[in-house]
């Protein structure tokens, strides 16, 4: 009888335990055939029947990948979306057009690797009319008041990037900067110098929620932590609201820390679900 308790001590221990566990919510998958970045559907529901999933987005991806979301999408009754600044019924007004200015930079470059590794746009693949969209994120005003109260810059930012990137190459073991000038050499003499260079990033990706975690210790930054709270005051509106199965639909990035805030809020983990968003065949 002990050694029976015992036993069902241990498994629910080994149960706790995994459940406390962090979630990844993008990885790199190699495969036979081929190789792929995919992202994670994550879902979480409260002792109040509140099913939430955390959707997580890449930027940039296949068009495919894109076209899935948007049949899932079709089942939620709210979709709570990141894009800083005004909603996206609103970005085509002239005034909203000049506050967007101050980051059409973020948009030159993610169309410039969008146009580089061949694949399609977010803004252009989901279908961001859809009336169960619903705007989540920090207008341009609340952005660079937070950043300011934070003494937050890109500059910043890039050295806590830095930073926390060298401390997880140190724990991999990876000498980065000579292992990626190789493999950039190497690449761009390739037929399809595309596919390799995708599959070179997406590798990276690997370790971004570990370069994240750095980026947020401390105080944490305006473009996760405090935005995600913003993201998680929506989601508190659409529940008091009667909503009771919503997504929010954010980088990966974002969703580690979200993850946790939702935990905070008594929510567990129940289904983890995988999404190819970049699909990276073999060389024949």
Known sequence: MKRFLLLQ??????????????????????????????????????????????VGAIHIADKAYFDALNVRFKGYEAVLYELVGPSFEERGKPEVKKQAEKL??????????????????????????????????????QFTQTQTQKQESFLTLYLKAAQAQKEVNEKRGVDSDAAGLVMLLKIF?????????????????????????????????VLVGERNKVALQVMDKEIAAGKKRIAIFYG???????????????????????????DLPHAE
């Open 252 to 278: 990966a990035a974002h969703l580690g820390d979200m993850e946790e805030r939702l935990m905070k809020r008594g929510f567990k983990r129940t289904k983890v679900e995988w999404l190819k968003a970049w």
């Open 9 to 54: 001590a241990t498994l629910a221990f080994a149960v706790l335990s995994a459940a406390e566990e962090p979630t990844n919510f993008i990885r790199f998958v190699e495969e036979d055939e081929s190789d792929s970045l995919q992202t994670a559907v994550v879902s979480y529901e409260n002792p109040q029947k509140v099913k939430v999933d955390l």
């Open 189 to 221: 003499t390739m037929k399809d110098s595309s596919t390799e260079l995708k599959r070179m990033i997406a590798q990276e990706f690997d370790s971004v929620e570990d370069i994240m975690a750095g980026i947020e210790t401390g105080d944490g930054t």
């Open 104 to 141: 059409q930079w973020v948009g030159q470059l993610q169309t410039m690797m969008r146009d580089t590794l061949k694949l399609h746009g977010q803004l252009e693949g989901i279908d961001y009319t859809a009336k169960n969209f619903v705007h989540a994120d920090m207008d341009m005003s």
